[in-house]
């Protein structure tokens, strides 16, 4: 009960204070005028009463006082009164408060931005339930060298039946539809699961229901579900889309449900989802065609997971039958063992160490920022030396006059993260719309309350320590020096000029280092941009992306020839110089490997032959890639018809089998132990189609019409157009292709439209947005680094006046005179700079990974971030120097 | 005044406080008054002490106030005393008498 009576109290005086001082008034007059009373029953005169009663309570305001004082509010109320005054001594100055302000601002601001980055992609858990519980569920070959296996039918049956570690097992694999009947026929993304899937997520459809087991049987009807984003936009988010139908590849599916709006899933642009209808009957043990997901039952860890997993791969061949023409060896030499790993870092993969890069550069830059206020702090305490020695000498504690320093410089921290916040949320939404640089999880990243709680930690803290320097300096001044009224020429006491000097050298230091790192991945995107990718002028190329489904086109013969179909005629149009049909853009495909038997290389008992890309080309693949045929020829579109078994190799392969790509021409391979050998009649140049930063793989170019075993041959059904016209990109040349491919087949959309320089330039982005972003921070370090030079040269100069004046009355020369001071700025700069290389050697070994072909220790980039340190420093050094030049001998020396 | 260390702790302050208000309600001076008279002049209280307590002992939640008009016609604040203000003043006697008796005993073993 006191303790409420306490807080309503309190917070009563708070709210009317002067109310509060009345009542008290009240009370001591009344105490007087009954004391004056009494005096005066007592026989004294009314004025003798008065004043009798007036020295018997003492002193009237100090009892006043002493009542008022009682209660937790004054505490309240003297840190406010201290907040508003250290507030009016910051306006006071306004150059010194926008410049520090200002400072802070940037670097407060760059740091919020990047945590918001880190916190969003890294930190934040995914929007799941129980999301530490989710792994992805996948394999590695380590028999082939496939490091990404993914999860078979086979296997998903036997874990889901026989597994004790997981609550629920999802299969999963992205697709694309071609939907008619509303509209424009238009190829829409989406995902193919199990029933299971959504629950092993813990999502729940927003409308209608979740699949069931009987959405997976093949024999039932055909169901989807929509995502928000699709029922919004081409259903009018109607609820009456229920139960209605929707054309897929020209089958008809009902639509059974509608996902939340906060549905994500791995980043993906998912429109529909639908069951993937598998007949278990006919599942075979080999069939890697999907990723897995699932859900740890609570209390099982991740060993435990996959050695569950291991242990239930050897029951699998038990329970499904072999693929035709694959033996039980062959399964067991692809030496298969699980790969579980937490769902997260499988969709943040690898950009972690950027993030915590640049989170690094940005603290350093920060670092300099406080240490440029600090200066600034200590250049205004040494100012106001005789006031707080005045104060001292009156009595005024050291802890009081800490905390008013300390106030100060807290209020600077807050306003300049107030304006750091509005800085980085600017950036942070200009990134994010962006969308340059292809981080994962980039609509999780915003300004939310864990971000807004660490700027305001930063700020205050930021505060704290560099108000921390001047206040141990000056709330305890040497009372005797202070007060001497000429205590303004003293003030170049070694002590003082030492900490700022200090300060200045961090800075330096620090601002090599960033440059340093600006330098290497300056010299790793020069490197990046030198690799010949393998394919020229891309800018000139433009692709696009068909999808034939079988449903609409059965056969393979009349697939294919609908495909070159729509190649002569977009080669027909104006400016195009040459088409093809490949599988996968280059610079984006990835995974289609699978091992290549050579002929006359037996691979060895009991080893599986090594994996290779295959791609799946047209003839005129190496004129409109703009690769060259290093040796021998291309197929023709005759010999694709015929099936006359024939590939092509890349370069590398070519050296690798038989040394010399010539040697190579006449060869045999085929892709698997029966079948028939394909001749290898030409040599195509490497291409690095996993990246530019990525070794080139070998490649083997099959033919579009590829074997198949006893059958008619399989087509390839989803083919990427390479385009060489100058007409690249326009979107003109787009609306012709788009009724070139309608006047072939009106119900093919066509997708994925872009110009190889534009996929070439996203596989840069992540090296260059690193480098724009350290870029920034080193210029904007060096420069407040410079800023923090130039200030303590400027006041050195302003300090040593008299000094001057008597060297240049004795007869220096003024060059002299600036040199000195030019020195001053040089060893100071020279020492941060010393400090700054050993530094720099130690911290950019973190960096190594963003780094290609150049080691963290290079000496060029050394050397040119120590030459522009150098420059920079002459010059903040120089200028304030060469005032010192011009100064008067004869005012100096009269001046006090 | 010169003379015997009669200045009383805050302590002590608090406990004839209460036991004055025990009687009945009174305002702040008539309390100073009523403690001196009983102690026939022993205690002196000090005005700024008095005042103060009377805060700390209304947020505590012992006394509760009202402003009220006197018999000459004046505004001033009164005060009583609360039922825990009551059982404190029980608690606070039990230990001063505890605590004299066990010094008397003390004093009395020294002679």
């Known amino acids: ?896 | 005044m010169n003379g015997p260390n009669t200045d009383l702790i805050q302590g002590t302050l608090d406990m004839l406080i209460l036991k004055t208000l025990s009687l009945e309600p009174m305002h702040g001076f008539g309390i100073a008054r009523r403690i001196e008279q009983i102690s026939k002049g022993v205690f002196k209280v000090n005005p700024g002490s008095l005042l103060t307590a009377f805060q700390r002992l209304e947020r505590v939640g012992w006394l509760d106030s009202e402003w009220r008009q006197t018999e000459n016609s004046r505004r001033a604040k009164f005060y009583w005393l609360t039922r825990s203000g009551r059982k404190q003043l029980e608690v606070e006697t039990a230990n001063w008498n505890r605590r004299a008796s066990a010094i008397a005993r003390l004093l009395k073993a020294e002679g």
């Not at chain 1, 897995?292 to 860890?301: E, Q, S, Y």
């Not at chain 1, 905390?403 to 600017?426: H, I, K, P």
């Not at chain 1, 693949?621 to 023709?636: D, F, K, M, N, Q």
């Not at chain 1, 490649?699 to 198949?708: A, D, G, T």
Request: net charge positive; hydrophobic share 45%.
């Open chain 1, 1 to 896: 009960m006191s303790f409420w009576r306490q807080v309503t109290r309190g917070i009563q005086v708070l709210g009317n204070r002067r109310a509060a001082d009345q009542e008290i008034d009240e009370e001591v007059n009344h105490y007087l005028e009954e004391s004056t009373a009494m005096f005066a029953a007592k026989g004294l005169t009314p004025d003798e009463a008065r004043r009798a009663a007036r020295m018997e309570i003492g002193n009237e305001a100090v009892v006043r006082e002493q009542i008022r004082e009682y209660g937790w509010e004054n505490t309240i109320d003297t840190w406010f009164a201290d907040l508003r005054y250290a507030a009016r001594r910051l306006r006071g100055k306004p150059g010194f408060t926008a410049a520090s302000i200002l400072t802070l601002a940037l670097g407060i601001g760059a740091t919020t931005a990047i945590f918001s980055v880190v916190e969003g992609v890294l930190v934040k858990p995914l929007p799941y339930s129980r999301p530490e519980r989710l792994v992805a569920l996948s394999h590695i070959a380590q028999g082939v060298n496939i490091k990404d296996l993914g999860l078979a039918a086979s296997l998903y049956f036997t874990y889901s039946e026989e597994n004790r570690v997981f609550q629920d097992i999802g299969m999963w694999q992205a697709g694309a539809w071609t939907v008619t009947g509303l509209g424009d026929p238009e190829e829409v993304p989406g995902l193919m699961v199990t029933n299971r899937f959504l629950a092993v997520l813990g999502v729940q459809p927003a409308l209608g229901r979740p699949f069931l087991p009987s959405d997976d049987d093949p024999r039932g009807e055909r169901t989807v579900m929509l995502s928000d984003g699709y029922w919004k936009s081409h259903f009018g988010g109607e609820r009456t889309v229920l139960g209605r139908h929707l054309m897929l590849n020209g089958a008809e599916a009902t639509i059974i449900g509608v996902l939340p709006p906060s549905f994500q899933f791995l980043d993906r642009k998912i429109s529909l989802i639908l069951p993937q209808r598998l007949n278990r009957a006919e599942v075979k043990l080999i069939g890697f065609c999907c990723q897995g997901v699932a859900r740890l039952k609570p209390g099982a860890t991740l060993a435990q997971a996959n050695a569950d997993v291991a242990r239930m791969l050897l029951l699998a061949p038990a329970k499904f039958p072999l693929n035709p023409g694959l033996s039980a060896k062959t399964f067991r030499d692809l030496l298969i063992v699980p790969n579980l790993r937490p769902l997260k870092d499988v969709l943040v993969g690898d950009i972690g160490n950027t993030l915590w890069v640049l989170l690094g550069g940005v603290g350093l830059l920060m670092a300099i920022a406080c240490a440029n206020v600090a200066n600034l702090l200590l250049v205004r305490a040494e100012g106001r030396r005789q006031e707080l020695a005045i104060r001292a000498a009156i009595g005024a504690g050291w802890g009081r006059i800490a905390r008013e320093l300390l106030l100060e410089s807290s209020l600077l921290g807050v306003a300049g993260g107030a304006f750091g916040l509005a800085l980085a949320s600017v950036a942070v939404q200009a990134l994010v719309a962006s969308d340059f640089v292809q981080l994962p999880r980039i609509h999780d990243i915003s300004i939310d309350p864990a971000v807004l709680a660490f700027t305001l930690a930063v700020s205050l803290a930021a505060g704290f320590i560099f108000g921390l320097i001047p206040a141990f300096k000056y709330a305890r001044p040497h009372l005797s020096g202070a007060l001497r009224s000429d205590g303004r020429t003293a003030g170049q006491s070694k002590e003082r000029h030492h900490a700022r000097s200090v300060l200045v050298v961090v800075q330096v230091a620090l601002a090599l280092v960033l440059l340093v790192g600006s330098g290497l991945m300056m010299r790793t995107f020069q490197a990046l941009n030198r690799v010949h990718p393998g394919f020229s002028r891309a800018p000139e190329i433009e692709t696009m992306r068909i999808f034939v489904p079988a449903e609409q086109v059965p056969g393979p013969e009349r697939t294919t020839r609908m495909e070159e179909e729509i190649l002569r005629k977009v080669e027909a149009l104006a400016g195009v110089s040459a088409v093809a049909i490949t599988t996968g853009t280059p610079l984006e495909s990835c995974c289609d490997n699978n091992p290549v038997r050579v002929e006359d290389q037996a691979s060895r008992e009991g080893a599986a032959p090594p994996v290779r890309r295959f791609k799946y080309v047209s003839p005129g693949y190496v004129s409109a890639l703009g690769s060259r045929l290093i040796a021998g020829r291309e197929p023709t579109w005759n010999e694709i018809y015929k099936r006359i078994p024939v590939a092509m190799v890349s370069e590398n392969m070519a050296r690798e089998l038989w040394t010399e790509p010539r040697k190579a021409l006449g060869k045999r391979i085929r892709p698997m132990s029966i079948g028939d050998w394909h001749e290898v009649i030409g040599v195509v140049a490497d291409l690095r189609d996993d990246g530019v930063d990525q070794k080139a793989p070998s490649i083997v170019y099959w033919p579009l019409l590829r074997e198949n075993p006893g059958g008619a041959g399989t087509a390839t059904r989803s083919a990427v157009y390479l385009i060489r016209t100058p007409r690249a990109g326009s979107i003109g040349l787009r609306q012709e292709i788009q009724h070139a491919v309608a006047s072939v087949n009106p119900n093919l959309p066509v997708a994925d439209v872009k110009t190889l320089e534009a996929v070439y330039k996203r596989s840069l982005a992540r090296t260059s947005f690193t480098l724009v972003l350290l870029a920034i921070a080193g210029s904007m370090a060096l420069l407040l680094g410079v800023v923090g030079l130039y200030g303590v040269i400027s006041y050195s100069v302003a300090g040593r006046t008299r000094e001057v004046g008597i060297r240049l009355a004795l007869g220096a020369r003024r060059q002299n005179v600036t040199r000195m001071f030019l020195c001053q700025g040089l060893a100071l700069s020279g020492i941060g700079a010393i400090c700054g290389l050993a530094a720099a050697l130690g911290l950019t070994r973190l960096m190594r990974s963003l780094l290609f072909e150049v080691s963290p220790a290079d000496p060029l980039t050394y050397a040119g971030a120590s030459a522009a340190l150098v420059l920079a420093a002459t010059i903040g050094s120089y200028i304030p120097a060469r005032r010192a030049t011009r100064v008067d001998p004869m005012e100096a020396l009269r001046a006090q």
